[in-house]
């Protein structure tokens, strides 16, 4: 290909709403544009780069079993109803109404569109394992899309699902996806590493994400050094010790404590009660309900270990108002100790166990409660983990200290049990003619997404620095005459021959430019080889090969072709 003749608007600055790097590059390496918020049009080089990671994937999903299908785009509403998702999904679906007013979803995903399929087409035990995938442009209406292609409202995704006879079955198709996904994430050149995670409002007992570190990433991931846990914070726990025991004291006794609302106002003088002797009562409204919190006041809830308790239902803090209504106090006097509405569930971190002469609110303005006992005073409907892990803390499995790095979540897998086999009829007859639900698992890449991830991970000053297995081109041509008959454009054009000839992917800057402006272009799109002809190098019967991340080569134009090849060869 040559420049001139395909559309590569490079860009000096990034446009100003740019926040991160890797967005920034994929702009002005003129990958893609923006057409509205968190919806981008693909331009050359940036779609030959997709489609390449595109095929990584499609070679690894082939390679591990997994069937090619491609399903619509366009969801009848009807099939998210008998999955409940219609409901606990709503935030993130596109909806349409088609002429006669039936009302459509633009995929997010399609667990309900693959089991319909497979309760039709799948009846026996004979017929399984089976595991589809698509690769499909996928639809969801982020509140706030933003970092380009890492949160967009339309992008690609890889979208597996597998049928089993059983749990074990499934588990062994889980353990080939989970295998597949590593490979992937190596062969595009990413450092990756599975992480445990929460498995969200799709459901299902066991999940992994698959995260790249990176700064700017949107997820934080706790992990052991010493051992190898790792997982997502929002799922993560640690081996913190419970609340020191202490003799329970006599019943709980009032105090006043006029204008103190936080936690750190009563752990000041005159009161002085340490942050880890009290409780810290939030108020939640899920859907309609209030559901009381209860989380050791040195300790923080983490809402998606709440939302996953609290059967992934919308929720939302109660207001200072609502919390009067409720329990007849402000939040900075809130308790569960009286006053508390029968039909009002409580839900209490496990760390709280066996807590004794802990101070808590009152639920009067301006008093609190001492001497409380978790198991004497309080109505505890439910005992969960509900903390947020911290830095430092012991790992869960080995007691080392954990840390906690950013990272990017390029894919999931999860189990997704029997969940949607039941609810839309996917099951099959077994060997005795037994009907069985199928046992499925679920499994996501973001193609768009883990290509942005490659540039946040690979990048210098200059630009991007693309590996070999997916960059747009792999070696790009840069002669400094580039008029007809010149001998230094005759010769990149010789090059240009031999080197498609022997399948190297080239371009060819044929550009009336400035050396400076090509050689800037070439190493901010970030082609691994750049190969420089000018006159002065032609005289001394060589070229110059410009490996993306090494030192530069002069080699003699008779040897430029192998020259060119040895440096395409992957190292080792
Ligand atoms: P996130 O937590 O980032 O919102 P998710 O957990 O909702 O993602 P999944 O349902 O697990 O996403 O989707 C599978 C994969 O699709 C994710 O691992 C991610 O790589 C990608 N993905 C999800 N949402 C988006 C989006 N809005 N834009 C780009 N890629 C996305
Ligand atoms: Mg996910």
């Excluded at 100003?16 to 990958?31: T, V």
């Excluded at 780069?49 to 069937?67: F, H, P, S, T, Y």
């Excluded at 595991?131 to 979208?159: C, H, V, W």
């Excluded at 639900?437 to 991970?457: D, H, K, S, W």
Aim: with cysteine.
């Amino acid at each position: 290909m040559k420049w001139t003749e395909t559309l590569i608007p490079t860009l000096r600055e990034a446009p100003s709403d740019a926040e991160i790097l890797s967005h920034k590059l994929l702009l002005r390496a003129g990958l893609i544009r923006k057409l509205a918020g968190g919806v981008y049009t693909f331009l050359p080089l940036g779609l030959r780069v997709l489609r390449k990671v595109e095929q990584i994937i499609r070679e690894e999903m082939d390679r591990a079993g997994a069937i090619e299908v491609l399903m619509p785009a366009l969801q009848p509403r009807e099939i998210w109803e008998q999955t409940g998702r219609a409901e606990t999904a709503k935030g993130v679906l596109f909806k349409v109404r088609d002429g006669a007013d039936r009302e459509w979803f633009l995929s997010p995903t399609a667990e309900e569109v693959i089991t319909t399929l497979a309760a039709h087409e799948i009846s026996s035990y004979r017929q399984l394992p089976r595991n589809f995938y698509q690769i499909s442009t996928k639809f969801r209406d982020e509140i706030r899309p933003r970092f380009g292609l890492m949160r967009a409202k339309e992008f690609i995704m890889k979208d597996a699902y597998s049928f089993d006879v059983s749990d074990a079955a499934a588990m062994a198709s889980y353990q080939k996806m989970y295998a597949a996904y590593h490979r992937i994430f190596d062969r595009c050149g990413l450092q990756n590493f599975p992480v445990e995670a929460d498995s969200g409002v799709i459901g299902g007992s066991h999940s992994h994400e698959f995260m790249v570190p990176a700064d700017t990433g949107e997820n934080e991931v706790v992990f052991c050094e010493a051992c190898g846990y790792a997982a997502n914070r929002e799922k993560a726990t640690s081996g913190v010790p419970g609340t020191a025991a202490r003799e329970p004291g006599g019943a709980p006794e009032q105090f006043a404590t006029p204008g103190v609302v936080t936690i750190e106002a009563l752990s000041r003088e005159p009161y002085g009660v340490a942050a880890h002797r009290q409780i810290k009562t939030l108020v939640y409204l899920v859907e309609d309900s209030p559901v009381l919190v209860l989380i050791r006041g040195d300790d923080q809830l983490n809402e998606t270990k709440f939302s996953a308790r609290t059967g992934g239902l919308t929720f939302r803090p109660a207001t200072p108002e609502e919390c009067v209504e409720i329990l007849g106090a402000r939040p900075g006097s809130l308790g569960a100790v009286r006053r508390v509405p029968a039909e009002v569930r409580v839900l209490a971190d496990e760390r709280l166990r066996g807590a004794n002469d802990m101070t808590t609110g009152a639920n009067e303005d301006g008093f609190h409660l001492r001497h409380v006992a978790m198991d004497r005073d309080v109505r505890v409907s439910d005992w969960f983990d509900l903390r947020t892990v911290a830095a430092g803390e012991p790992c869960v499995k080995c007691g080392q200290p954990l840390n906690i790095r950013r990272a990017i979540e390029v894919g999931h897998v999860f189990k997704l049990g029997t969940k949607y086999s039941e609810k839309l009829g996917a099951s099959y007859l077994d060997e005795s003619g037994a009907r069985r639900p199928c046992v499925m698992g679920c499994y996501g890449i973001g193609v768009t997404r883990t290509l942005q991830a490659i540039i946040e991970q690979g990048n210098d000053k200059d630009g991007i620095i693309w590996p070999l297995s997916v960059a747009p081109y792999q070696v790009c041509l840069t002669p400094l005459q580039v008029a007809a008959g010149h001998p230094v454009m005759e010769l990149a054009e010789t090059l240009y021959r031999e080197l498609t000839a022997r399948g190297v992917e080239v371009l060819l800057d044929d550009r009336d430019e400035r050396p400076g402006v090509k050689f800037k272009d070439a190493d901010l799109v970030g082609f691994p080889i750049r190969v420089a002809i000018g006159e002065k190098s032609l005289a001394r019967g060589q070229v110059e090969i410009k490996p993306r991340r090494g030192a530069l080569l002069a080699v003699d134009c008779a040897a430029a072709v192998s020259g060119i090849m040895a440096q395409l060869q992957p190292p080792g």
